[in-house]
């Protein structure tokens, strides 16, 4: 395909933030092109976890970013309704179930960091509850003999990303946006009032820029001379064939590196964030073994009923990591560029994200204080 | 006569029918169910499709062609999407370090013509080898092994094999089989579960010999119960003296099926007709069967027999007609077979062989990330070697129909030279008579081979023969309908069609449905049929239950 001379608008990054702030610019009137690497990362790579407490995980490899993860904690249970909205605004079933979160416990100790969570969770507007073995085991039965307890968060959920990603992108061509898949993106110049963007498949001039590329996106404000120090963080996934309905929630560990979650179909996703490398001139995101006995190994101990399931696929996801905090806003000495990448759990937040990133763009309130997402906190 | 019991019923077993067998010749063909509602059966009946699950003392997804049948099992017809059995108690979490570890200096993998001699080469040449293979008989997919009380080897084929096992087996070789081998990480970190156990293996060489699976056929009814590969049909009489019904359509594309059709029929089977899709005989092919003739002329004579031995038995032979659909009637399966002109043959039978041609089974080539070439005339990908069979990753070696189809022959002097070249690369000697003569006998084969394919070229339907319903992807029920959809909107790459269609996220891993998706996208977007062309390879390389993957302790 060939590339529009001009246009109003070209979203870097057809992702999740991507597509949602297409949609939304595009309702607004404004003709959208997004251009795509077409990789198999981010978005398309992602295991459709809906997150909302405090995953355990940030809390230990960056005690530095609490204060930030809890800034930003309230946004999540309005992310988990963007989500909602979004399936009744398509008509799409992408398998979406707010079946509630638990971070199970496996002894005491954990119990009680878990409590001490919830509490400063509780004070930020979050629904959550402890919940001691017995009432865990009434509502969660598939969980095995080591479990001692655990928090449910009431808002966290899944869905099925292969379904929900096809769904937003059909709705958005369907409005007429333009999609450049398999395009790269050379260079980024400003040119009067607008910008020249030079790609894999020649150049277009817009009117407004929106960087929304994940941990690419680092590398594409670069060419505008603005720092955002976004890290791609390889991740080791994992999917079991089908079996019947067993794990009913979103499952995660109090002091250990895991989430599983069943999909409508029955398959379960294991993941949890331990590490996959980048491999190759191409930087294919690789699975690393002892991340696949690591991660399978605790989710038949947490689940024993996952023991004789057996596996089909691992793949390596690829997480975005800043500082925790959304890099959302215009960026610094530029009216017309925007930025629009998520704190943690990019996923989960990429609908709201992408609403608030049009919102700003078209003039309007984003409903939350984006002050402190500004890229000029990095300059 | 002993039993075990299916859906309630008593099933007779003889000695060595594995439970695919014992109930095909109990007249069971449908073994489970799939998330659609359909019936499903054996379809490739060596492990790879996933088609014929069943759940065996409550052990839910065994592959009924992969287990042996014992008195007393209760075996049971699976619904999508089967249960888990209860438990409460998980294993200790452990870490990749707590594997167990071996380090034999040659790893060989797969037991079929290539891997056996590979080994057998490797360990005259005083290097300790380390075989494994999927099945708990060795000799592969073109030797295949009687199993143990089955009965005398059938014929010289199987007896060559019987033999080379034999050799290997005394030779010192040491043997892990049946297992899984589901990792390859690295050219020395490869990870194999047997007998619910993991082991990390650290080689300092290794020699793939992964033989090729059968191709798809998608067809309308090509998924009915009773349609399976003429391998699978094979392996049912060659191992487990079993027909899996009387009246049988032989239909495919090369020698194989000729053979098969008549092994079936003098084990006592009806063959009610073979189609081959090739034209036949003829002025057009006289200089391919004269390049055969003088290439192996043994072989060539053979394969004139089988034609005159199908006649000789009154069995009608159609060339140049391919099967374009079967149906379920009230009294068996309705094939449909199509010559060149368009015209029909209708053909009913019970069970249905299909044999049109092979995939090479290179997905643990392609994920240590040796480089490999789409060859146009054999339709697949073919693994860039040395004149030694060593890959462009060094101390990967490659033999046999997994780098690209080359007959069982070819595969023996490849499996020579490579475990010769191994060994000499471990310092020990080399001995070069041998090395000599096994190129010398690989010249010939391939010569052999070339005219052979010639001989039986034919044209290569792709997805035309579907209709709108036909699946394309078995496992995920994946219609024709459903992949022109997904193909409508822009021009997806394989992998976002995977991610709209679910094509290849299956039990068999894209086997099936890849290599027809890669042709398909060069036909209609102009892609490139390179090695990008394909699905990423993932691990696992087999499906494995996560307990056996994550247990380094003593079996269960």
Redesign the interface.
Known sequence: ?SLPSDIDVVVIGGGIVGLSTARALSTDGRGVLVIDE?R?AGT?ANAGSLHVQMQSRFLRMYPDQIGNLEYSLPLYPRAVGAWQQLARDLKADFELKISGGLMVAEDAAQFAFLKEKAERERALGLDVHMLERNELMAIAPYL???IYGAELCVTEGKLNP?LA??ALR?AV?AQGVV?A??TIVSALEQRDAGYLVSTSRGQVRCKTLVLAAGAGTGALSAHLSVVIPTVAEPLHMNV?????P?ILHLVQHAD?MITLKQLG??QVVIGGGWPARFE?PQA?PT????S???N????????????????????AGVNTTCDGQCVLGALPGHANAFVAVPGDAGYTLGPLVGDMAAAIIAGRDPGFDVRPFSASRFA | MSHFRFEGREISIRPGQTIAAALAEAGELALRDTRSGAPRGVWCGMGVCQDCLVTIDGEENMRACMVKSAPGLTVTRQAFPGQTAARSIGAKPITAGDLQELTPEILVIGGGAGGLSAALSARFAGADVLLIDERSVAGGQYYKQTAEGAGPPLDRQQREGAALVADVMASGVQIMAPADLWGAYAADLFFVTHNHQTYRIKPRQVILATGAYERPWPVPGWTLPGVMTTGAMQTLWRSSRTLPAKRILVAGNGPLNLQVANELAAGGANIVAVSEAAAGPGLRTLGSGLALALSGPALALEGAKLVLALKGRGIALHWATRLVAVEQGLTGLRATLRNQLGQDIFVEADAIALGYGFSPANEIARALGAEHRHDHDKGHLVCVRTAEMETTVPNVFAVGDGCGLGGAPAARSEGLIAGITAAGRLGRSVNVTALAAANADLKRHRRFQKALWRLFDAPEPGLSLCSADTLVCRCEEVTKAALDAALADGSPSIAEVKRRTRMGMGRCQGRNCGPLLVAHLAETQGRPMDEHAYFAPRGPLKPVAIGDIVSAGKPR
């Open positions: 395909m077409g198999n398309n095995g003999d080591a292969l990603n096809s059909r061509l999609i898949t398999e079991t064939e089908a079996t019947s067993l250990r179909a029955g190759g294919f699975v690393e073994p002892d696949l006995i690591g399978l190994s605790l989710a038949q101990h947490v689940v024993p009923r996952l023991s004789r399931l057996r596996l089909i696929r691992t793949w």
